[in-house]
């Protein structure tokens, strides 16, 4: 039986934009300035993501835990905005 697949790739700098729209229309606390630089599952929670910003001109690196779900809606959003369509 024929089947589709599609796969949407963000890279980091997307995905913070995302992030960071998220957090703006939520009226959340906003990520630091910066870019992402790494991105990994929490070890004790499997449904939270810790990204590690670093920002060159201030020479300063932070980290934000945000959960799949949050990162999910974000991207979502992303796309709406750049008219990537989804299923």
Not at 3 to 29: G, N, S, W
Not at 39 to 64: G, L, Q, T, V, W
């Amino acid at each position: 039986m024929p089947h589709e697949e599609r796969r949407i790739i963000f890279d980091y700098h997307e995905t913070y934009r995302a992030i960071y729209a998220l957090c703006v229309q939520k009226e959340m606390k906003k990520p630091p300035p910066g870019k992402i630089i790494a991105a990994k599952p929490k070890p004790d929670d499997e449904k939270a993501m810790i990204f590690s910003i670093e920002n060159d001109y201030e020479e300063s690196a932070a980290e934000r835990e945000y959960s799949q779900d949050f990162i999910a809606a974000a991207l979502m959003l992303f796309c709406r905005s750049s008219r990537i369509p989804l299923p």
